[in-house]
């Protein structure tokens, strides 16, 4: 899911009336023609319920790859000796990194511009080589990341990856609640070098307690978010 933060009203996320929406993920398809329903159904013989069982279960990188829908399996399968496998594996890959740049691309434009991205969850926080294709797609915005960064990024804190003369910041930060995540980007400072915003973005986390945001220093950015 893409989730767009801005100080004015509007707030985008790429979730729709369900988490199927959106870019393609493990197992989910992510935006589609909604008439694919009806021809699923009748092309299999089977019911819309079981088509949406097989839009969340049996799709995304599981579906296009057939091998698997975490992302360290499809890297590994891009490299296999069936050119089967190695052609589905990139297949899979391609499409979730460009339904992540379209996405973002298209917020991107909505708000005029962006301070930072900021990858979190799963592929977010342990795939370096999504990261790097996905941010390479955004590089006409000035975007650029430090590819030592990005490949040794530490689990479990907040981290900057990008270049040093990067227009836009790209932070990795890991969250196990909204708050957590939420909290990081507000203490974020696009005026602080990067250590700083390391140490601030950690400290912001450290101080979320509950589900509920903990109201101590978190507002502490003096930049745009």
């Keep these: 899911m893409l989730l767009t933060m801005s100080f004015s009203e509007r707030v985008l996320s790429s979730m729709g009336f369900t988490p199927l929406a959106g870019t393609v993920m493990g197992t989910r398809c992510g935006d589609v023609d909604p008439s694919i329903v009806n021809f699923l159904c009748d092309k299999l013989n089977v019911s819309a319920q079981e088509v949406t069982n097989i839009m969340n279960k049996k799709s995304g990188l599981l579906g296009v790859s057939g091998i698997s829908g975490d992302s360290r399996d499809i890297k590994k399968g891009t490299e296999s000796e069936d050119p089967k496998v190695a052609y589905r594996c ?24 962006c301070d930072a991205i900021v990858f979190t969850a799963g ?52 969250t196990k609640s909204i708050p957590e995540g939420i909290s ?14 390391t140490e601030a973005m950690n400290s912001a986390i450290e101080e979320i307690t509950s589900a509920s945001v903990t109201p101590v220093n978190v507002w502490s950015t003096t930049g745009s978010p």
């Design 184 to 197: 990081a980007c507000l203490a974020f400072n696009d005026e602080a070098s990067v250590e700083e915003n």
């Design 90 to 113: 990139s297949l899979a890959q391609k499409l979730q990194i460009n339904s992540f740049v379209e996405i973002a691309g298209s917020y991107i434009t909505l708000l005029g511009g």
């Design 123 to 174: 592929v977010g926080e342990n795939t370096p080589y999504v990261r790097k294709q996905a941010v390479g797609n955004l590089e006409y915005l000035g975007v650029k990341l430090d590819d030592n960064r990005n490949e040794n990024c530490p689990r479990g804190q907040a981290y900057e990856i990008s270049a040093s003369d990067s227009k836009v910041k790209v932070i990795v930060i890991p």
